[in-house]
């Protein structure tokens, strides 16, 4: 610590050195104070990381994907069960195509992707 002291002190000056030696304590404090007593803005964060690995929210976003990946292949088994272009198949083949950028979507999130079984793909193609 004498060593930054000394540099920060030589670089500008003597009462600015300790300007910066003082403001940076003072931040120093303030984090561990804030990280221990869940002061802003780290009770923001304890917040979201209690709700995301809140066992309700696991268990959700894992039934959740494997319910929409099923989901999917079975829409796909009845697109091919339809027959060529009836306006049907093109009703189903869109219904399909939401299902599927809703699962991307919600697998390139990353406090859902966290609780994504892997068995499961992490994308699926159209």
Same mark, same amino acid.
């Given at each position: ?35 221990f ?15 995301v ?19 999917i ?7 091919? +069960?339809?027959?060529?272009?009836? %306006? ?7 219904? /399909?195509?939401?299902? #599927?950028? $809703?699962?991307? +979507?919600?697998?390139?999130?990353? %406090? ?7 068995? /499961?793909?992490y994308? #699926?193609? $159209?």
């Open positions: 610590m004498a060593y930054i002291k000394d540099e920060l002190e030589e670089a500008v000056g003597k009462k600015w050195g300790r300007r910066f030696i003082g403001f940076g304590v003072v931040i120093f404090v303030y984090i561990v104070i804030s990280f007593a869940g002061i802003w803005p780290f009770s923001s964060a304890l917040g979201v990381a209690r709700r690995t809140s066992p309700a929210a696991i268990i959700q976003n894992y039934e959740w994907f494997y319910d929409q990946y099923h989901a292949e079975a829409q796909r088994r009845n697109i091919a +069960a339809l027959p060529e272009g009836s %306006t049907d198949r093109m009703g189903t083949q869109m219904v /399909l195509n939401n299902m #599927i950028a $809703e699962y991307n +979507a919600k697998s390139r999130e990353i %406090t859902r992707n966290l609780w994504k079984a892997d068995g /499961l793909p994308q #699926i193609g $159209e």
